[in-house]
């Protein structure tokens, strides 16, 4: 049975594993494929935790984190990133055209703008709104599974066992101004380590890099954990802190090893992972520890 190529992404995302799968198809790398995948759910307006349409701060600012990681240990990201949607590219081009891992803020967007991206206003009506009507109480309390379509983390192993990663977002809606997440942390909210394999993550970010998530899944496969016992021992690591709520936060990972057998796991119910393997794209509910 045929396990490579692989496209896992976190959430129900077919569309962007669909187009992950195909640049694997037309021969391209899975760093490119990694790239276009995410660029789908960053350009989809409805998508309110990704790129165009992500829920701003709680000041109004739609800021963007995103990394990505290639099969020879490089990486880049951009934190608080505003006014360019894609993100994922920007740290791309951080990675490739920069003597440095992570670009923040304005200088961010200064070298976004100086690569050719566009700047346009990533606030939408429908998340404007969403917030003009969350002022109202300005109570802020990260809800679990907004819906089934939130960050994403996507990871790709191409036919020859190659790996990548990318992980995008608008992070938690109404967050304090400034506010950085896990997904655009190297080793939090995503790794690849093509000996072994790549994870990432979603959630609550603070509590993923509490634990350096993405890391420590790759580290537990490389002691020879399959995929899925090693996002449920990471699992294990947030839940099982001392004085720890997790009643009130979902987290989720998913990861691939190279031989591209792959693993998911939450704390609560209904994350879900969506897989494009053997020639079928489907998503997968993944199990979970609260039960
Ligand atoms: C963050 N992990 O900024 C992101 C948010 C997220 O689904 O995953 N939302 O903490």
């Known amino acids: 049975k045929t396990v490579l190529p692989v496209v896992v992404a976190t959430w129900h995302v077919e569309e962007a594993t669909a187009k992950a799968m195909d640049v694997l ?19 989809n307006e409805k998508g309110q935790s990704v790129g165009k349409g992500g829920l701003p701060d709680r000041e109004g600012n739609v800021t963007l984190d995103a990394c990505i990681m290639d099969d020879k240990g490089n990486c880049g990201a951009v934190v608080y990133l505003k006014d360019i949607k894609h993100a994922v590219s920007v740290a791309r081009k951080v990675m490739e055209d920069t003597p440095h891992v992570m670009l923040a803020g304005e200088g961010a967007k ?4 100086e690569s050719g991206f566009e700047a346009e206003d990533l606030l939408t009506e429908a998340s404007k709104k969403a917030w003009e009507k969350w002022k109202i109480e300005a109570k802020y309390k990260p809800i ?8 994403i983390g996507m990871l790709a192993v191409d036919k020859n066992g190659t790996i990548s990663g990318a992980c995008t977002t608008s992070g938690l809606a109404y967050k304090m101004n400034g506010r950085i997440g896990d997904s655009p942390i190297i080793g939090s909210g995503l790794f690849v380590d093509n000996e072994v394999g790549g994870a990432t993550a979603t959630g609550l970010g603070e509590e993923v890099v509490k634990t350096v ?12 954990k399959t995929p899925q016992e090693a996002c449920e021992e990471a699992i294990g690591r947030i839940v099982n802190k001392p004085g720890k709520d997790y009643k009130d936060f979902q987290i989720g990972y998913i990861a691939v090893n190279k031989k591209g057998e792959t693993g998911c796991y939450s704390i609560h119910q209904y994350f879900s992972m969506t897989k494009y393997q053997d020639g079928e794209n489907k998503q997968i509910q993944s199990d979970f520890f609260n039960k």
Do not use: Y
């Open 144 to 151: 679990i599974n907004i819906e089934n379509h939130d960050t």
């Open 25 to 43: 198809q037309s021969g391209g790398t899975a760093l490119d494929a990694v790239e276009q995948g995410c660029k789908i759910e960053e350009a």
């Open 213 to 224: 998530g993405s890391f420590l899944i790759v580290e537990l496969m490389r002691q020879g």
């Open 110 to 113: 200064q070298f976004a703008l």
